[in-house]
């Protein structure tokens, strides 16, 4: 750590006496006692980037509202109740006495400083201006390039032109030209990158490439569940803060197989209610996101129930869910063979193998069953309250029969996850899952739909939108197994 350094500058036209040092910038009016004429500025923490300007020092910093005049303001930015612990942007000039020659000094210094905490300074951003309000665009020119431009961070910008673009940008981008990739979007880009990076055949190399997210979406449930778990509110400055201070965080990836077909998900899998609530409700789209509570009432007064069965490794402390199963066929090993066979260079899946006794299974008819990554399925939806980033373990939701009034009690609790504790929800933690989907109870020629990480992978006959390709087919054995740690993102800091 380099020696204390102090000099005499102007600070808005006052004089002042500058220090550097102990990862802070002070400055302490001339003539003034107390705290009221002393500033500080936390480099790791307030400090975007710096630049020497004649005899002038500009340090651009992203610093609590209440505690300068704002040049550009975010509201909800920081941890706290509503308007709390808003950031605001300002840039602070100190005019060196010393003239020229110190300004460049001290601009260097606090540039090394800078440099110290191991930020990114080249990024690949994916902009995907068709999700949610279709305003990712208008978000990234207003809020996200100055701020990125402030921390003297290099952008390439890559607009996605239609659903699997990202992940095939991913697939081949030269990723030595960047220190990580950006995803301006819900959390639909975000699975197309980690996608299309486990597609290369340098795999093992690309997968540690950092990747952001910045909420422009709909649902937005891994930057929620990322600035949450910090203490920070869900909002797009304290995403773009939290990529610039280059704080990483590893992530769990689940493997999802059938057969040969194979895809990666990172958030979440569901089937049931909140799969139908969540794609059948696109015909409301018109309705904005009231649509989701809309529907939800529709379904629930209209309840259905499918037939289908479980099969789980349970994590430790959770052996006692369910049945022993008697013999299990090693599926995952079969697909993961074959799938080596057909794509022998790319990310093959997690290398795991069960015992029989490790199994336990659940039969239906099931109102929803519920995988989870990350405790936050959206921003207003704590679907998995115990979820964490890269335990090696899913968290499991199962809801077998409930009553319509409780189950409309249930929705009502999701904004803070206590809905895991009604005596009708099932809540346990997995390291390998496999579903075998059945037709509705109350219409056997009727089959479900299966949501990964908000895209269908699977369709039963009589679904809403069958007349899609999807990635699987409805009806066979589905099977997700977690890698831990496989993926990093970036994170506020660190995770508690």
Known sequence: MEDRATANVRVDGAPAEATLGGGELRWRRAGSGGAAGERALSLERDVLGVEARGKEVVVRAFVAAGAARA????????AGGKGAGRRCRRDFVLEMADGEGA????????ARCLDSFGRPKRLFVFVNPFGGRKCA???????????????????????TECQGHAREVASSLDLGKYDGIVCVSGDGVLVEVVNGILQRTDWEEAIKMPIGVVPAGTGNGMAKSLLHAAGETC???NAVLAIIKGYKQSLDVCTILQGEKKFFSVL??????VADIDIESEKYRWMGSARFDFYAVV?????????????FVPAPGYESYGEPVKQVENSILESLEQSGKSH???YP???????ASDWRFVDGPFVAVWINNVPWAAEDIMAAPEAKFSDGCMDAIILRDCPKADLLALLMKMSDGSYVKSPYVTYLKVRSFKLSPGQLVENPKRGGIIDVDGEVIARGEGTYGKCHQDVMAYGSPIQLTVHQALATIYCPNKIR
């Not at 040049?71 to 920081?78: E, F, N, Q, V």
């Not at 300004?103 to 606090?110: F, H, K, M, Q, T």
């Not at 665009?137 to 607009?159: C, H, M, N, R, W």
Request: proline share 6%; glycine share 10%; with cysteine.
């Open 71 to 78: 040049r550009s303001c975010a509201p909800g930015a920081g």
């Open 103 to 110: 300004a460049a000094a001290w601009g260097e210094r606090l």
């Open 137 to 159: 665009k208008k978000i990234y020119d207003s809020e996200i390039k100055p701020l990125f431009e402030a921390a003297g961070v290099s952008i390439t910008v890559q607009e």
């Open 235 to 237: 909002s797009v400055s």
């Open 268 to 273: 979440l899998m569901t089937w049931g209610l």
């Open 299 to 311: 379904r629930i007064m209209s309840l259905r129930k499918y037939c289908g069965s479980i099969q």
């Open 344 to 346: 022998p260079s790319s």
């Open 349 to 355: 899946g997690p290398s795991v193998e069960f015992q």
